[in-house]
């Protein structure tokens, strides 16, 4: 079945749809032509012709701002995976960093990131083939060492590294009606 998903992916589809597309345009056009040599110049069939030929056209039209409107997805698509990249490896670092600072080992570096990444404790314990007990002494010496004292703390701690100082733009609040009196 995963060969039916990668055949019938979104941008193949939509490839194959714009060549089904362009068949027809010039199938379309080629009648265009052939009913023009066949019926000349007779006034009543003029319209017909004129009708035909702007379906035509309309259909190329909108091959090509398919085909462009692809193109432009793929490159916005292309992009947003490589700033994707560049932000997963800014978040992997600032965790390696905090961790080498905490001075966690290798078993406490990887079930830290698994709690980041949201796994509850049994599936850690599952995952790396230790005892939920073993996972809990990882967890109170990460928390220790870090100087948390649960998950949303020390996430609190890593997510705070990644913003930095970020602090919102405070309004200027307006003196309310009882400030204005008694000045």
């Not at 006034?43 to 193109?71: G, K, P, Q, T, W």
């Not at 990249?85 to 078993?107: N, P, Y």
Request: charged share 25%.
């Amino acid at each position: 079945m995963r060969w039916i998903n990668k055949v019938f992916s979104a941008p193949l589809s939509v490839v194959l749809l714009i060549v089904i597309q362009l068949f027809c345009t010039f199938f379309f056009v080629s009648d265009v032509f052939t009913d023009y040599e066949e019926l000349g110049n007779i006034a009543a069939d003029r319209f017909y012709l004129v009708m035909e030929a702007v379906a035509s056209l309309s259909l190329l039209a909108a091959c090509i701002f398919e085909f462009r409107y692809l193109v432009w997805l793929s490159r916005k698509k292309k992009k947003l995976e490589q700033r994707l990249d560049i932000a997963k490896r800014a978040v992997h670092e600032v965790m390696e960093h905090h961790f080498t600072e905490w001075q966690l080992t290798g078993s406490e570096r990887e079930v830290c990131m698994l709690l980041v990444k949201g796994f509850p404790i049994p599936e850690i314990a599952s995952l790396r083939g230790s005892a939920e007990g073993t996972i809990k002494a990882h967890l109170n010496n990460i928390y220790r060492k870090s100087g948390t004292r649960n998950q949303a703390e020390l996430l609190s701690v890593l997510i705070d590294a990644l913003v930095g100082d970020f602090e919102p733009a405070r309004k200027q609040r307006k003196p309310g009606a009882m400030e204005a009196i008694a000045e």
